[in-house]
């Protein structure tokens, strides 16, 4: 789908503004935060432990507390896990994982909260520290392994998150942050969810997600993320949503996504609801077998009908991309099934080409104004939905095949090995920060 060129002008504006709106990170380098080491093995920890939980927690309390500009330091080895801690308030601080901690215990909640954090950074220096949740164990029935909460000028980088019971890293109101090279395995599940985002100003970069949930996606309230080089490797796929009540989302940046199997290169979904979603650009998708391509879906039956008249979507840009989808009998490549009592408007669709695996390509489109496909121009009220054949794009190309790439998800039944985390998240691209252990 060619765009004129007054499109490609109002496509780059946006792309400008839907960026991050500040600096993110730690505010002092990392060694400021190493005049005090407090190793879990000077609190009562030892390696081998059957719970690591109460030494982390009296770490914490009784030497990140007490003195800023501190590490917690976890040291290579193996360590179980039963009791969860809540890591509450330090400002000037690090959390060191290079060893594997395994959940044993079943309760509910987090094994890991942090909270009203200030200038910290979670990290593994051997880029090999890893959470296993071993949820094969506990389906839906255990804890989620990571929420960072109302914490600003943060970091999260070169570990592995595997196997939760239910979620697997929840960014939660927070600001200023950066995330990269992280690996995320779970199981081929719904309720696996990678990475849940809120807040503002945070930027996710260089992370591979397998699951059959979101990958990484955008939870209300949300605006200026920065969302790139991420691999969803048989994945459910990320996402916005899902959107209820009071929506207030805006400014989000998603480039150089590459899905390979999994349900959607992207969605919007929602029910009911109401609120906006508006400047948002998807740039540099690519997508091998999903089941859904391109996706906008304001009446998703998978969450029961929100109060309002729906969420108003505006001003989001689709541009260069390319992929393909397992069965276009089953859905069309693209859907913009937008809410009847609040049209999508500003819509913007441009060097998209996606196909399917069986030569069959429809663009459905419902209450939906802009440019491109089957969307209507200008605005208007609701419509039906309507359903439009097309043939294989002349520019469609068959999508790159990253070494890596999972033919299937992982079983629900049984244990999940910890893999490592790779150093390319998308065809072509390097990473953009050398893993810890080489240096970064």
Not at 33 to 45: E, F, M, R
Not at 74 to 80: A, F, S
Not at 239 to 249: C, D, F, H, Q
Not at 288 to 311: H, K, M, R
Request: net charge negative.
């Amino acid at each position: 789908m060619f765009l004129p060129v007054a499109l490609l002008c109002v496509l780059n504006a946006l792309s400008a503004l839907a960026q991050l709106s500040g600096s993110v990170g730690p505010t002092t380098s990392r060694s400021s935060k190493q005049a005090t080491i407090c190793n879990v093995l000077s609190y009562g920890g030892t390696v081998g432990s059957s719970d690591i939980g109460p030494a982390i927690q009296s770490a914490f309390t009784n030497c990140v507390l007490k003195n800023k500009g501190s590490t917690l330091y976890i040291p290579p080895g193996n360590y179980d896990m039963a009791t969860w801690v809540t890591l509450k308030g330090a400002t000037q601080w690090a959390l060191q994982l290079d060893g594997v901690i395994t959940r044993t215990a079943t309760t509910g909640g987090h094994m890991f909260v942090v909270t009203n954090a200030n200038d910290f950074e979670m990290w593994s220096s051997t880029s090999a520290g890893a959470i296993q949740g071993n949820g094969y164990q506990c389906r839906n029935a255990g804890p989620r392994l990571l929420r960072i909460i109302t914490s600003k000028n943060f970091s999260l980088h070169d570990l592995i998150f595997v196997d939760s019971p239910e979620f697997h890293v929840i960014i939660d109101n927070s600001s200023n942050g950066e995330l990269y090279n992280l690996a995320i395995r779970g199981a081929d599940i719904g309720g696996s969810d990678g990475i849940d985002l809120s807040g503002s100003n945070v930027w996710v970069h260089d992370v591979e997600v397998t699951n059959r949930d979101e990958c990484v996606t955008i939870k209300n309230p949300s605006s200026n993320h920065q969302i790139e080089r991420i691999w969803c490797n048989q994945s459910g796929g990320s996402a916005i949503g899902s959107l209820g009540s009071g929506t207030a989302i805006e400014n989000i940046y998603y480039k150089n996504i590459y899905t390979n199997g999994g349900s959607q290169m992207f969605m919007i979904k929602s029910n009911g609801g109401d609120g906006y979603v508006k400047n948002v650009v998807f740039d540099h998708f690519m997508g091998l077998g999903t089941a859904y391509g391109l996706d906008i879906d304001e009446f998703w039956s998978d969450a029961a009908t929100a109060p309002g008249d729906g969420v108003v979507l505006s001003n989001i840009t689709f541009s260069n991309w390319n992929g393909y989808i397992t069965d276009g009998h089953r859905r069309s490549a693209y859907r913009l099934l937008c809410s009847d009592s609040a049209p999508c408007t500003g819509i913007t669709i441009g060097d998209v080409y996606i196909w399917a695996e069986n030569n069959v390509g429809t663009y459905a489109c419902e209450s939906a104004y802009g440019h491109g496909a089957c969307l209507k121009s200008g605005t208007g009220s609701g419509y039906a939905a309507t359903t439009t054949s097309y043939t294989q794009p002349a520019a469609y190309v068959s999508p790159t095949a990253l070494s890596g790439n999972l033919a299937s998800g992982f079983a629900t039944n049984s244990p999940i090995p910890i893999p490592t985390i790779p150093t390319t998240f998308y065809p072509g691209l390097p990473q953009i920060s050398p893993l810890a252990k080489n240096g970064g």
